[in-house]
């Protein structure tokens, strides 16, 4: 079998470690056990957390209506749903941006949605 020389590889997945954990606290940064163990809990972490970021930002979404909803004297949870028997079909994101930008657009949105549920 031939002899597989790879210092140049090896010093450049070091090399690698050591730029991904520049910054990090005592044995994470400067053994190369440590930083090798330290970025690979950094990765799962950052993989985990892409996911559990779609969750923060709906609930932020979540309430940024409720706030405009109350201002005009609705709860969130009836709010959506006069929206949904009046037929209006507005996920929580454009929601929560007329909220935001548009008071008198979502008071408009409020209104119809007090109206379906009057009916």
């Known amino acids: 079998m031939a002899r597989v020389k790879r210092a140049v590889a090896g010093r450049k997945k070091r090399q690698t470690l050591v730029e991904r954990s520049k910054g990090y606290y005592g044995v ?4 190369f056990r440590g930083m090798k163990e330290q970025v690979q809990h950094s990765l799962q972490y950052a993989y985990r957390d892409r996911r559990n ?3 923060e930002i709906r609930g932020l979404w979540i309430q940024r209506i409720n706030a405009a909803a109350r201002l005009n004297d609705l709860s969130y949870s009836t709010f959506m749903h006069g929206l949904k028997v009046a037929g209006v079909e507005l996920d929580r994101k ?3 941006q007329i909220a935001c930008e548009d008071e008198q657009g979502f008071a408009d ?7 379906a549920l009057a009916e």
Do not use: C
Not at 109 to 115: C, G, Q, S, T
């Open 28 to 31: 994470g940064s400067r053994t």
């Open 53 to 55: 970021k779609k969750r």
């Open 109 to 115: 949105l409020a209104a119809v949605a007090k109206k």
């Open 94 to 96: 454009v929601l929560a």
